[in-house]
C-alpha cells in the first residue's frame, strides 16, 4: 500500500521542495498533565523476576511518509572535511571491559550510566546493576523488578540516566497502548537514594495521547528533558518534547507535573530523534533557555541547506500554561555540507560480511547523549549523528561529530570544531560521544565491513581527542573495546538501536561505552571503560615521524620526530632514539621542557642514510625517561619510502561512460598520479579504443609528488556504433621506475536504451548478483539503473547450463520477477530471442535463490553484454521490454565471455579467428587477430620471396592478439603475414608502397 501511495503522491510532492522554516516561531505547552508517585522498595533478591532468556521482536522504529527527495542536497563530492586516517596519538587499551548483557531481543537497545560506586545498565527490556570494578551486584532481571508503576511493563527503549548533582539513577522506559484503557505512556523509576540497590524506588507514569517512540532523557537545571520520534508525519502540532518537574522527582513527591512541547519548524525524513543538552557534571546552568537540538538535512523536503537547529523551552512551574518552546538559531556558519540519509531514509542500510541482511545505520537521530559541561570561560556541547561521506551509490557511513561553545550563558552557540570521522574502508555508525572534566573528547562507535577479503563483523572501538590537538580531528589511535566473530543475525537488519557513553563522576575523566555486538545468535551489550587524560606524574612517548615522508630520499635525511607528554608532570632532559631496519641507535636528548598533555617536534642533529631507492625503510622511534610510569607508549614503528625519481601512471578513465547515443567524437578523460619522488612534467600519455591504433599525446604541465592531474585528450574517439568498447589508457613515461601502474582499462558501452527512473527504494529490483566470477553483494539502488559491465566472468557454451543467483529486498507473493538478456550479436540491442531468462518469481526478501539457464550450442564466442531487469510485474512498466521503465525495480547490465573448451588450438585458429592487417600510414602496421584462444602464438612476416622479415611472440590482450610493426625499412611489394602455432596458422596478404 505505501509503494501505491507514493507512485500517486510524486506529483504533489514536488510542490512542497521550496517550502522554508519560518524563525522565531513561539508556541506554548500542547500538553499539561501530572502523575503520583508509587514507591517501592530495596531491589532484594526475593522480588527481583528472572531474565526471559528467550528471543522476543521489540517495538519496531515507528516511521512515516519517505520525506527524501531524491537528487536532492549537497554534498555531490566526497565530504569535504572527511578524517582520512586514524588518529596517530597512542591511547591506552580500555580499563575494563565486561558483557552488560547477552540476551536475543531484537535488537537489546543497551544503555548504561556510572554513578559514584555504580553501574547500572539496561536493555529490552531488562536491567542489571554492576559495581566498578565489573562485578555483578543485580544480575539481569526483568524491569518489572523494580516495582511501582514498572510492574508487568518490559515494552521497551528503556534509557539509564545518572543526575550527578543529586547523586540519583533514573531509569526510564515506555509502555506501548495495549488495546484496552491502558493508554501509552513514559514511565520513569528515580533512585530514592545514591545507592540504586538498597535506596529504594520512586516510580511515576505519565499517561500521554500516543506512543513516545524512541524516547530520550537529557537533564537542565529545571528539569528532566524527553524528546521523542513522535508523530513524525506532524511534529509542529503535536507534543514531541517533553519536561518533567525535576525537583519532585528527586524528593519522591506526588504531583510530578509533564509539560509537552512541538518543535515549532522542524523537518525529518520520517523518523527524527532530537536531543536536548544534558549536563555533565555538579556545575548546573541558571533555570530556563533549556536547548534542544537536531540536525536538519538539505535533502529532506522543506530543508534549503544542511543546518543544526536550536529551540529553547522555557518552563514555568508556577504557571505551566505559560511556558513556551521557541525557535532559536539554524547554525549554518561552520557546517560543512552533510548527506545525513540512507536509501531513502530506510532501516537496511549498511552492508555485513557473509552476505548477511544489511545493518540499520540509525540515520535520522541526534546520536545519544549530547552531553554539554560548563568550563570557567564558556560552556561546551559536543554531538554526533551518522553521514554518508561518498557521493557515489555506494554507501559509506561516518560519524559526523561536533563542539558547540557558549561564551557565556545566554549568548548564541557556534561551531567550534566540527569533524567527519570515517578513517578507512569500514563503515562507522552508532556513535556515543562525550567531553571529560579536561575537555578531552571520547567517541565511542560501531565498525563493519563486508569486504570478503578482509571482513569485519560488526565490533565495537573508541577514538578521541585531546583538548589543545589540531580542530576537527580524532587524533588518538583507534581501539578495540570487542571484535565481533558474528554478523547481526536478525531478518530485519535491527541493530542498537543506540549504543550510551558516559563519564565517571568520581575522576571526571574516565568513559565508560556500552553498545551492541553478536556472537551467534546472542547480542551482547559490551562494556568497555577507557580514558586519556593524564592521571600519572612521569609518562613520555613518541607519537609520529615527522620527516622525512614518502619521497626521492638521499643518504642524508633528517629525521624529526613529535614527542608528547602523557603525564601530569612537565618534563626535560630526557633521551630520545631512532634507529633504521633495526640497526644501530642514534640517541640524543631533548632540552626544552614539554609541558603537560602537550606535544613538540624534536630533530635529530645526526641524519639517515635512506638513499635506497625503491626501499620502504622501518624506523624505529624511542623515548627513555627516567621513572616513566608507563613503558607500553615509549616506541613506536614508522615506514617511509625512497620513491624512485620517474613513476606516473593512470588511475582512472573518467569518460566517457556507458551511455545512449555516444558519438564519433566521444571526449576521453584520464586521471594521472605520480607516485614517483619528483614532479614531473611533459609525460606522454595514450589512449587506445579496442583493437585501433593508440592516441598519443602529452601532458605538459606539471605533477607534483603524490598529485593527481585530470587531462582531457585532444583527439575525441569514435563510439558511434552500437555495442560494447573496450577502452584502455597508458602513461608513457620513459625510464618509467614501475610500468606495472602506468595502464588502466574499462569498458563502455553504447547501448540501444537505458531505461533509468525506476524506484527501487522500496527494495524492488536485484540487490545481490553471481554468476561465474561475479559476485556484486552491494548493490545500490540509484535511479533503478547501474552499469557493471567493466568485469566479466567466461561461460563455456559447451557446458549447455549455467546458474545465476539473485536476492530482492521486497517480494509479495508472486509479483517480484526477473528476466535477463545476453546480446549474443553485439549490437547493443537486447531482442527477445537473446532472452536466457523470462520472467522468474523471487519469492522471499534477502534470500538468494539460483537459477539456471542455457546460450545456444553456435553463440559467437567473445565479449557480449548482459542484461538483467528486476521488479514489482504488478505496477507499470514491461518487464520483458528492455527498455521499459517500469515504476518499481531495477536494470543492471554486466559482461559475459563466451568460450569453448571443447575446439582444438586448430578450430580456434583456422575457423573461428578472423585476421587483419591494417595500416595507419608511413608505413606502420597493426595486425588484429580476434579469437578467444588465449595461449601465446608466434608472428612472422615473409616477402614474396620466402625471406624471414619479422619473427616474434604474440599474445591475447583479452579480447584480441594485437601486433604493431615498422615496414619503413622494407622494399615495396606483397607480403606475407601469418599468426598461429608451428602446425596451424592464419596468413594475410599485405601490400607495402
Known amino acids: 500500500m505505501m509503494k501505491k501511495l507514493l507512485f500517486l503522491l ?56 519517505n520525506k527524501v527527495v531524491p537528487g536532492k542536497g549537497l554534498p555531490k563530492t566526497v565530504n569535504p572535511n572527511l578524517q582520512t586516517k586514524k588518529g596517530d596519538i597512542p591511547a591506552k587499551s580500555p580499563l575494563l571491559i565486561f558483557d552488560g548483557a547477552i540476551s536475543r531481543s531484537t535488537p537489546t537497545d543497551p544503555t548504561g550510566a556510572v554513578g559514584e560506586d555504580y553501574y547500572v545498565n539496561a536493555w529490552n527490556s531488562e536491567f542489571a546493576i554492576w559495581d566498578k570494578s565489573g562485578n555483578n551486584v543485580v544480575p539481569g532481571s526483568s524491569l518489572s523488578s523494580i516495582g511501582g508503576t514498572f510492574t508487568n511493563e518490559t515494552d521497551g527503549d528503556p534509557i539509564v540516566f545518572y543526575d550527578e548533582a543529586a547523586d540519583r539513577f533514573i531509569l526510564m522506559q515506555f509502555s506501548a497502548e495495549d488495546g484496552s484503557s491502558t493508554p501509552p505512556a513514559l514511565l520513569f523509576a528515580v533512585a530514592d537514594g545514591s545507592d540504586p540497590v538498597n535506596s529504594g524506588w520512586n516510580t511515576y507514569r505519565f499517561d500521554l495521547e500516543s506512543l513516545p517512540d524512541y524516547p530520550k532523557i537529557s537533564m537542565w537545571e529545571d528539569g528532566y528533558y524527553i524528546t521523542t520520534n513522535k508523530d513524525a508525519l506532524s511534529p509542529e502540532g503535536r507534543e ?164 558547540l561553545r557558549q561564551q557565556a550563558d545566554g549568548q548564541p552557540w557556534t561551531v567550534y570544531q566540527e569533524g567527519t570521522y570515517a578513517p578507512d574502508a569500514s563503515d562507522r555508525f552508532s556513535g556515543s560521544i562525550g567531553m571529560d572534566a579536561k575537555g578531552n573528547i571520547g567517541l565511542g562507535f560501531t565498525v563493519v565491513n563486508d569486504d570478503a577479503r578482509d571482513p569485519v563483523y560488526p565490533s565495537i572501538r573508541y577514538t578521541g581527542r585531546f583538548s589543545n590537538d589540531q580542530l576537527g580531528l580524532m587524533t588518538l589511535e583507534e581501539q578495540s573495546i570487542v571484535e565481533g566473530n558474528s554478523p547481526q543475525p536478525s531478518s530485519s537488519g535491527r541493530y542498537g538501536d543506540y549504543a550510551h557513553l558516559s563519564i565517571d563522576p568520581v575522576d571526571g575523566v574516565s568513559f565508560w561505552h556500552n553498545a551492541e555486538y553478536f556472537e551467534g545468535q546472542d547480542r551482547v551489550n559490551k562494556v568497555g571503560v577507557f580514558r586519556f587524560a593524564a592521571t600519572e606524574q612521569n609518562d613520555v612517548g613518541p607519537v609520529a615521524l615527522v620527516t622525512p615522508e614518502d619521497a626521492a630520499l638521499t643518504s ?79 616506541l613506536i614503528d614508522a615506514r617511509v619510502k625512497n620513491l624512485p625519481p620517474r613513476d606516473v601512471g593512470v588511475t582512472s578513465i573518467d569518460t566517457p561512460v556507458t551511455s545512449e547515443n555516444l558519438s564519433a567524437s566521444e571526449t576521453v578523460t584520464i586521471t594521472l598520479e605520480n607516485f614517483g619522488g619528483e614532479p614531473q612534467q611533459n609525460i606522454p600519455v595514450s589512449y587506445q579504443v579496442g583493437n585501433n591504433a593508440p592516441v598519443i599525446e602529452t601532458f605538459e604541465q606539471t605533477l607534483e609528488v603524490g598529485d593527481f592531474a585530470v587531462y582531457t585528450f585532444d583527439r575525441p574517439a569514435n563510439f558511434e556504433a552500437s555495442g560494447r568498447y573496450a577502452v584502455q589508457a597508458s602513461t608513457l613515461l620513459e625510464d618509467d621506475f614501475d610500468t606495472s601502474n602506468d595502464t588502466e582499462t574499462t569498458a563502455v558501452s553504447n547501448l540501444d536504451c537505458i531505461p533509468e527512473g525506476s524506484d527501487c527504494t522500496a527494495g524492488d529490483g536485484i540487490f545481490y548478483f553471481e554468476l561465474g566470477e561475479i559476485l556484486n553483494e552491494r548493490i545500490p539502488c540509484t535511479d533503478g539503473y547501474a552499469d557493471f559491465s567493466e568485469g566479466t566472468t567466461d561461460l563455456d557454451r559447451s557446458d549447455g547450463e549455467f546458474t545465476v543467483t539473485v536476492k530482492t529486498n521486497f517480494a509479495d507473493g508472486t509479483v517480484e520477477q526477473f528476466s535477463m538478456w545476453i546480446d549474443f550479436n553485439d549490437n547493443a540491442v537486447f531482442e527477445d530471442d537473446e532472452r536466457v531468462i523470462t520472467s522468474e518469481v523471487i519469492p522471499e526478501i534477502n534470500r538468494a535463490f539460483s537459477y539456471d539457464f542455457s546460450i545456444p550450442a553456435n553463440a559467437k564466442l567473445g565479449q557480449h553484454l548482459l542484461r538483467i531487469r528486476g521488479g514489482d510485474t504488478s505496477f507499470p512498466g514491461d518487464l520483458n521490454d528492455p527498455c521499459s521503465v517500469m515504476a518499481y525495480g531495477t536494470t543492471h547490465d554486466y559482461s559475459v565471455n563466451i568460450i569453448d573448451s571443447t575446439l582444438s588450438v586448430k578450430d580456434f585458429i583456422l575457423d573461428e579467428a578472423e585476421l587483419v592487417v591494417v595500416s595507419y600510414g608511413n608505413n606502420q602496421y597493426r595486425a588484429i587477430m580476434e579469437t578467444s584462444f588465449d595461449e601465446p602464438l608466434r608472428i612472422t612476416v615473409h616477402n614474396i620471396a620466402g625471406q624471414k622479415m619479422i619473427e616474434n611472440k604474440i599474445e591475447n590482450d583479452g579480447d584480441a592478439y594485437v601486433y604493431e610493426f615498422d615496414m619503413s625499412y622494407a622494399a615495396t611489394g606483397v607480403y606475407l603475414l601469418r599468426v598461429g602455432t608451428w602446425d596451424y596458422g592464419k596468413v594475410k596478404r599485405f601490400i607495402v608502397k
Open 10 to 65: 510524486v506529483l504533489s510532492f514536488v510542490f512542497h521542495l521550496d517550502s522554508v522554516s519560518q524563525t522565531n516561531e513561539i508556541a506554548g505547552p500542547a500538553f499539561i498533565d501530572s502523575a503520583s508517585v508509587v514507591k517501592s522498595g530495596p531491589l532484594s533478591k526475593a522480588r527481583l523476576i528472572p531474565s526471559l532468556k528467550k528471543p522476543k521482536i521489540f517495538n519496531p522504529r515507528k516511521r512515516g511518509i
Open 556 to 634: 642524508s635525511e633528517q629525521i624529526s620526530v613529535s614527542i608528547r607528554n602523557f603525564g601530569l608532570g612537565a618534563q626535560s632532559n630526557f633521551e630520545v632514539s631512532y634507529s633504521i631496519d633495526g640497526g644501530p641507535e642514534v640517541t640524543e636528548t631533548f632540552t626544552g621542557s614539554l609541558a603537560s598533555e602537550s606535544s613538540t617536534v624534536f630533530t635529530f642533529d645526526e641524519p639517515a642514510d635512506l638513499s635506497e631507492v625503491g626501499n620502504t625503510y622501518t624506523i624505529t622511534i624511542s623515548t627513555s625517561l627516567d621513572s616513566d610510569s608507563n613503558s607500553n607508549n615509549d
Open 240 to 403: 514531541v518534547v517533553y519536561v518533567l518537574e525535576r525537583d519532585k522527582m528527586l524528593e519522591g513527591a506526588n504531583d510530578v507535573r509533564i509539560i509537552g512541547f512541538p518543535l515549532p519548524g522542524i523537518f525529518n525524513n520520517g523518523f527524527y530523534s532530537p536531543a536536548g543538552f544534558s549536563v555533565v557534571g555538579k556545575d548546573l546552568p541558571p533555570a530556563g533557555n533549556a536547548p534542544i537540538i537536531y540536525l536538519q538535512d538539505d535533502k529532506w523536503a522543506g530543508v534549503n541547506q544542511d543546518h543544526l537547529k536550536l529551540w529553547l523551552i522555557n518552563v514555568n512551574w508556577n504557571n505551566p500554561a505559560s511556558s513556551t518552546i521557541s525557535e532559536s538559531q539554524e547554525i549554518t556558519n561552520g557546517i560543512t555540507p552533510f548527506e545525513a540519509t540512507f536509501d531513502g531514509g530506510g532501516f537496511q542500510n549498511l552492508p555485513q560480511p557473509d552476505g548477511a541482511v544489511d545493518i540499520d545505520a540509525l540515520q535520522g537521530a541526534m546520536m545519544y547523549m549530547t552531553q554539554y559541561r560548563r568550563f570557567a570561560n564558556y560552556n561546551s556541547v559536543v554531538m554526533n549523528f551518522v553521514v554518508d561521506v561518498e557521493p557515489s551509490p555506494a554507501k559509506h557511513a561516518g560519524i559526523r561529530w561536533y563542539e
